[in-house]
Each structure stands twice: as C-alpha cells, then as structure tokens.
C-alpha cells in the first residue's frame, strides 16, 4: 500500500530532550516535507527536501532540523524542545514539487514538550 | 509572501449544497489544492485548480478565478461524513512553495 509513515505517532517529551520524528514513504516520491498545525494558524512549513542531499527552510525553522540520505525518509530532528513546539506535525510527500502533483500526508504526530 | 482567507466555521444540512470560499494574495500564482481533513486525521487531497473555471469530481466542485484570487469548494447533497475541515492551499511559483490557509470547519447537521 502506497503510503507515508511517521513514528511515534504520540509523544510527551520534556524540556531539553532530544528527539527524532521519523518518516519514510514508499511511493519514490521526490519532495517530502514537514508540517506543524496549530489551532488557527493552518499548516505551516518548517522544512522541505526536493531529493536526497537536498534540504531547505520552510516558513517556521527555528529549533529543527532534517537530514535526507535516503529517498525515502525525512527525518525530523529537535535536538532541544521546548513548550512551544507543543504541535500536531505532518510529514507529506509528492513526485515532484510542481504543477498538479498532491502532496500526500502521513498519519500526524502529536508531541506535547512539558 | 502569500495570504489565504477561509471563512473559520460554517454549518449546512444534511442534503444541502455548502459552498466554501478561499481569497489568496499571492507575489506568483502557481496552481490551487483543496484538501479534507477530518478531526485529528491527516489531510487528503480533494481537487486542483490551475486555469480559470470549474473542475468537478463527483459531489465535490471547485472553482478558480485568478484575476480576482478567488476559489471556492462546493460540495453537494451533504453527509454527514462531510463533517471535517476543508483547506485552501496555494502554490508559489518560486520554489513550487506550498502555502494553506487555515481551514474552514464544515459541520454538517441532520
């Protein structure tokens, strides 16, 4: 089944502690992407890949960072959380960043930083 | 830069015709995605408007007038499945750069 996957899917975490969101997708897409959505601000961009080795900042980088050795998984790394990265975030990924080509989303992960 | 409005909430009935409105302000218009989310899910992909004019697919219609930065989502004879929240998402030319607006929270009642 073509699909995107994210672990864990819930997470508490405290102040200070690393932590990775892992994310892989099976349909040799291209592009992937992270997402947090917060109430009343929609999804916004933090990070983006167009292929392996290749990474750019979204809109709200501050505090993250991604790697992409594989084609297939995008990592999301905190290396130092705090409460205000209490989100629900997505990773999603399309063939290729242009024209009609949807972004397929993965199941969410919900972190709660104490 | 990019600004998407969506209305935050609308209720419609069981049966009924609801119609969602997206206005954007984009630096480069580069194609329009509505996308479906129910509470907690992630989101699904429901339409893509690049030319002016309405595309449809099924129940779900959506429309795009570029000259005035304007789309909407339609969605006929309501379920109660439709209950969700709808997003409007532009792309930016530069970069291919994907932008959503907040959602609008649909719920449909009986």
């Known amino acids: 089944e073509a699909q995107v996957t994210q672990n864990p899917r819930y997470l508490i975490t405290v102040t200070g502690k690393k932590l990775t969101v892992t994310c892989s997708q099976n349909?040799?897409?291209?592009?992937m992407s992270w997402y947090r959505q917060d109430p009343g601000l929609g999804l916004r961009q933090i990070y983006y890949s167009m292929n392996v080795e290749v990474t750019d900042k979204g809109d709200v980088p501050e505090g993250y960072k991604v790697s992409r050795k594989e084609k297939r998984n995008f990592p999301l790394i905190l290396e130092s959380p705090s409460p205000n990265q209490t989100s629900l975030y997505f990773c999603?990924?399309?063939?290729?960043?242009?024209?009609?080509?949807?972004?397929?989303f993965g199941p969410g992960t919900r972190l709660t930083v104490l | 830069g990019q600004n998407i409005d969506q209305p935050t909430e609308m209720t419609a009935t069981e049966g009924a015709i609801v119609q969602i409105n997206c206005t954007y302000q984009t630096s480069g218009f580069n194609g329009l995605f509505w996308y479906q989310q129910h509470a907690g899910e992630a989101p699904t992909f429901l339409s893509y408007?690049?030319?002016?004019g309405l595309e449809e697919k099924g129940r779900f219609s959506s429309f795009l007038s570029r000259s005035k930065g304007y789309s909407y989502l339609l969605l006929k004879e309501l379920q109660m499945k439709d209950s969700a929240s709808y997003l409007c998402a532009v792309r930016e030319r530069r970069g291919n750069k994907l932008v959503f607006g907040a959602g609008t929270i649909l719920r449909v009642k009986s």
């Open positions: 349909m040799n897409h291209e592009y």
């Open positions: 999603a990924s399309s063939l290729r960043s242009g024209g009609s080509d949807e972004q397929f």
């Open positions: 408007n690049v030319l002016d």
